[in-house]
């Protein structure tokens, strides 16, 4: 089970006292963030990919290549990789740079962001978007497994004789997940290849992404990757901790109350009823976050967005010293401990070059008639 924070990059008016970071303190405290979460013992850092104020994660692999140079344990990830709008030959050749300056430390998620105006910045149609991230993705697994690509689809030039550099490290592709709040193609398209579906169940109610879920686990089943509850899974979270229930109540509701994306809809109690938002003592986090797998089943990866809606640093680092002290331990042993046998662990970069050097192993017996 790998546990982590995923990371928006939103730079928002702090409602308290009113100041709001520059662009520069907001990506400088994004990598502070990462460092202490390794710090911290978590597993995984991500960041999203926006191209629009108020955000800053414009280029994702330029900020997990500087994380990557001063952590040594972290799983560099990214909680979207806009494969609607990216050219998948950038992407390749973007992440395989980023895999060989981490050591292997790499995976990303795939998805169409929450941003319409996206599509148009990079010459897309927004009509398209499915279309966009089936094709796309199709063209970015090639330029990973082949050494040499001929291609021709709809929504770019063909290629031909085309060699993406550098090659993935130990010739095996970083991780896939697709993540999605709304679309059952997505979970569609990862259940196909066998990748893994993340459901950044944060806004909507459980019953929306148990339907999804269900439906990406019959399908991974469908196409031979394995029974359904085999099936890679990762899950979306929100907390805000202190030692003491009430302070946290009473600290975080005007970020709440206030934040651009929940802010004047539903009541601070509705919200948590409603979805993942966990505020609250420790133990009440870990009651909560423990109910996921009873809602989705055995899962491999649980991200927490820790850092938004204008929450000053020093609480923020407060938060994953919270988390990392008194929540993931227990979460960790707990659902490590329920989690049968047959159910894989979250793929690593170590992982899958075990598996790919035992099938190859295998293939050449079989070609050997062994």
């Known amino acids: 089970m790998q546990f982590g924070i995923f990371t928006v990059g939103d ?3 702090d409602p308290t006292d009113g100041t709001e970071p520059t662009e520069h303190e907001r990506i400088k405290a994004m990598v502070r963030i990462a460092l202490k979460a ?13 191209h629009n104020p108020p955000f800053v994660p414009s280029s994702p692999t330029t900020m997990l290549g500087y994380i990557a140079a001063r952590t040594s344990k972290l799983i560099l990830s990214t909680s979207t990789t806009l ?34 105006p996206v599509y148009p910045w990079f010459g897309q149609d927004i009509r398209q978007g499915i279309p966009l ?49 709304r679309s059952p ?23 929306h992404f148990q339907q999804l879920i269900a439906f990406y686990r019959q399908r991974f089943e469908h196409y031979g990757h394995g029974s359904a509850d085999q099936a890679i899974v990762g899950l979306g979270g929100q907390a805000f901790i202190r030692p003491k229930s009430q302070d946290a109540w009473n600290e975080f509701r005007p970020y709440f109350d206030n934040a651009p994306v929940y802010g004047h809809g539903p009541s601070l109690e509705e919200f948590t009823e409603q979805t993942p938002l966990t505020v609250g003592s420790p133990q009440e986090v870990i009651d909560k976050t423990l109910t996921f797998r009873e809602h989705f089943g055995d899962y491999q990866r649980q991200l ?21 002290s008194e929540v993931i331990p227990v979460l960790r042993k707990e659902l490590d401990a329920r989690r049968p046998a047959h159910v894989p662990e979250a ?17 050449s017996s ?5």
């Open 11 to 13: 730079v928002t008016t």
């Open 38 to 50: 390794e710090e911290v013992g978590l597993d995984v850092f991500a960041t999203g990919e926006h």
């Open 83 to 116: 494969i609607t709008t990216n050219d998948p030959v950038k992407i390749a050749e973007d992440f395989a740079m980023l895999q060989h300056l981490a050591d292997g430390r790499v995976d990303l998620m795939m998805g169409r962001g929450n941003t319409g």
């Open 133 to 181: 991230a089936v094709e796309n993705y199709a063209l970015l697994r090639r330029l990973w497994r082949e050494d040499v690509v001929d291609w021709e689809g709809k929504f770019r030039t063909p290629l031909q004789g085309f060699t993406s550099t550098p090659r993935p490290l130990d010739g095996v592709p970083p991780f896939v997940w697709h993540g999605s709040i």
């Open 185 to 207: 193609e997505i979970a569609e398209q990862a259940a196909y290849y066998g990748d893994g579906f993340f459901a950044n169940h944060i806004f909507w109610p459980t019953s």
């Open 304 to 324: 927490f967005l820790m850092d938004h809606a204008g929450l000053p640093l020093k609480t923020v680092l407060e938060q994953l010293d919270l988390l990392g």
């Open 347 to 363: 793929p690593t970069h170590e992982s899958l070059k075990a598996a790919s050097a035992s099938s190859a192993a295998s293939a």
């Open 366 to 370: 079989v070609e050997a008639g062994v």
